[in-house]
C-alpha cells in the first residue's frame, strides 16, 4: 500500500518571505506525484505534477517542487509568497499502474500573513 | 467549460435518512470520479466511472453507498440509512483521457452533516 505524509498541518509565513511545504511518501512501485491547491469554497486545483524526466518541476502561481526519490520527498517551494497563497495544500500520488485512484496527503494549511 | 458542478452544495439530514448528491462533468469528459474528505483529512476515493461504466470502488464504500452514472453523463451518489460517520465533504472529479497525463478537475463539492 501507498502513502503520503505532510509534515505540517499548518504553515504561516509572512508575505514576500519564501515557504517550503514538506511531502513524504511510501510506495514499493513507481509513482507520480501531484500537489493540489483548494481554495476556501472552492474545488481542488492541480498547481504541479511530477512524472517523470527532471526532478524540478514548475507550477502555476510561480510554485516549484522537487521530486527526491532517495529522500522519498517532494516538498513544493514559493521563493516569495502573496496574501492570495493562503489556502490548503495537499500532496497527493498516484501508483503508475493504477486506475487513477490518488491518495491525498492529510494537507497543509499556508497562512500568509501581512 | 463551466467547470464540474455538485448539488447541493451543502446538506444537512438526521441519522437514518437516506441523501442523494448530483455531479454534473465538464460535458466531453468521460471519467469521472467521486471522493470523500472528512475535516483535518485528504480526500479518500470513493469509486471511479468510465463512461457509464462503474471500474472501480474503493472498500470504504460500504453497502449503504450506491453510485450510478446512467448516461455517461451526470452522475449519483446516494447514501442510504446516513450515519454520523457519514458527515464529511463530497467531492467529484472528471477528466477527459487516462494514462500518465490525466488531469481532474474537481467540483467544488457537497458538504454533509448528519445530526
Known amino acids: 500500500a501507498q502513502s503520503v505524509t505532510q509534515l505540517d498541518s499548518q504553515v504561516p509565513v509572512f508575505e514576500e518571505a519564501p515557504v517550503e511545504l514538506r511531502c513524504n511518501y511510501s510506495?514499493?512501485?513507481?509513482?507520480?506525484l501531484f500537489w493540489y491547491v483548494q481554495y476556501p469554497n472552492q474545488g481542488l486545483q492541480l498547481l504541479l505534477k511530477?512524472?517523470?524526466?527532471?526532478?524540478l518541476v514548475k507550477g502555476i502561481n510561480g510554485f516549484e517542487a522537487e521530486f527526491n526519490k532517495s529522500q522519498t520527498s517532494f516538498h513544493l517551494r514559493k521563493p516569495s509568497v502573496h496574501i492570495s497563497d493562503t489556502a490548503e495544500y495537499f500532496c497527493?500520488?498516484?501508483?503508475?499502474?493504477?486506475?487513477?485512484?490518488?491518495?491525498f496527503g492529510s494537507g497543509t494549511q499556508l497562512t500568509v500573513l501581512p | 467549460d463551466t467547470g464540474v458542478s455538485q448539488d447541493p452544495r451543502h446538506k444537512i439530514t438526521k441519522r437514518g435518512q437516506n441523501v442523494t448528491f448530483r455531479c454534473d462533468p465538464i460535458?466531453?469528459?468521460?471519467?469521472l470520479y467521486w471522493y470523500r474528505q472528512t475535516l483535518g483529512q485528504g480526500p479518500e476515493f470513493l469509486t471511479y466511472?468510465?463512461?457509464?461504466?462503474?471500474?472501480?470502488k474503493s472498500r470504504l464504500l460500504s453497502d449503504r453507498f450506491s453510485a450510478e452514472r446512467p448516461k455517461g453523463s451526470f452522475s449519483t451518489l446516494e447514501i442510504q440509512r446516513t450515519e454520523q460517520g457519514d458527515s464529511a465533504m463530497y467531492l467529484c472529479?472528471?477528466?477527459?483521457?487516462?494514462?500518465?497525463?490525466?488531469?481532474?478537475?474537481f467540483g467544488s463539492g457537497t458538504q454533509l452533516s448528519v445530526l
Open positions: 472529479a472528471s477528466s477527459s483521457q487516462g494514462g500518465a497525463r490525466e488531469k481532474l478537475f
Open positions: 510506495s514499493s512501485v513507481s509513482v507520480y
Open positions: 511530477y512524472l517523470s524526466g527532471s526532478t
Open positions: 497527493a500520488l498516484v501508483t503508475s499502474g493504477s486506475a487513477r485512484q490518488l491518495t
Open positions: 460535458s466531453e469528459h468521460n471519467r
Open positions: 466511472f468510465q463512461n457509464e461504466a462503474q471500474l472501480e
